[in-house]
């Protein structure tokens, strides 16, 4: 694949498949232009990396997130109350080129704080990134995410996410930025932007740690108070990869609007 993410429109023979794809990408980006969000947890903490599985293998990832100690009213009526649940997801996902992986989320559920388990969302998956990204010295890609979720989960029944995704690698060091748009499908004014960052420091081929920030400031056309804004720093600790490895972290709430303490936990292994 060239340097380019994405190649010209035009294109016949060997590139029909790729050119299918960005029709695809065309349509996602559409349809994530009508949005709104109003988010009460989430299922993935987590900075993409560009990484993907190889072409032609599967890959599970099982995302775990628990507040020991978090807001104690739901973010909406009739949602889930942070304090002492347990969010947690299975993230299956396919190697489709060295540029292309489908994935999807099945099932997002919680573990209330009563006791409860309960079944939230199920999500599609399209990551797009420029091939052998740990090689290369700046990298980049795009993910589009699209949820049907249950009442309890999120205010709208359908809802969205674009990941931008660019990072560098410099020496032992990582750099990387997700300026994520979040969307619940009504209205362009009303994007969500929920960025996310990670410095990473390389100690050895298989072992790592970073530190990761979380926040999220609202709609674009107007952003919440500073006191209202979600903002969580992370300690993380990495070993192994993508394709068999975990990921610990603890995390901070920087601001009254955020759990106080969250814990995640990555696992991960191609099948």
Avoid at 71 to 87: D, E, K, M, V, Y
Avoid at 183 to 212: H, Q
Avoid at 248 to 253: A, E, Q
Wanted: aromatic share 12%; proline share 6%; hydrophobic share 40%.
């Amino acid at each position: 694949m060239p340097q380019r993410l994405w190649p010209p429109l035009q294109c016949t023979g060997l590139m029909t498949r790729r050119c299918t794809a960005i029709g695809y990408v065309a349509l996602l980006a559409v349809l994530l232009a009508w949005t709104h969000a109003a988010r009460a947890q989430t299922d993935e903490i987590q900075v993409y990396d560009a990484a993907i599985t190889a072409p032609g293998q599967f890959n599970l990832t099982w995302h775990n997130n628990f507040t020991p100690s978090g807001r104690t009213q739901p973010a909406f009526s009739g949602g889930i109350t942070p304090n002492h649940a347990l969010n947690g997801v299975p993230e299956w996902a396919y190697g489709v080129t060295d540029w292309f992986e489908a994935g999807t989320y099945l099932p997002v559920y919680t573990l209330t704080n009563d006791g409860r388990l309960v079944f939230d969302s199920v999500k599609l998956r399209a990551l797009f990134v420029v091939p052998d990204a740990h090689d290369r010295t700046v990298f980049y890609g795009l993910n589009f995410e699209l949820s049907y979720n249950t009442p309890h989960w999120e205010m709208s029944r359908h809802s969205g996410e674009m990941r931008p995704i660019i990072g560098v690698h410099l020496g032992q060091f990582d750099l990387i930025a997700n300026p994520i748009l979040d969307t619940d499908f009504n209205g362009l004014g009303k994007l969500d932007f929920a960025p996310a960052a990670r410095i990473a420091y390389n100690l050895s081929k298989k072992i790592a740690v970073a530190i990761e920030h979380y926040a999220d400031f609202g709609p674009l056309q107007h952003f919440r108070p500073g006191s209202a804004q979600s903002q969580t720093l992370f300690g993380v600790f990495d070993y192994g990869s993508s394709s068999n490895g975990i990921e610990f972290g603890v995390g901070k709430g920087l601001t009254r609007a955020t759990d106080s303490c969250v814990i995640k936990l990555m696992l991960m292994h191609d099948l």
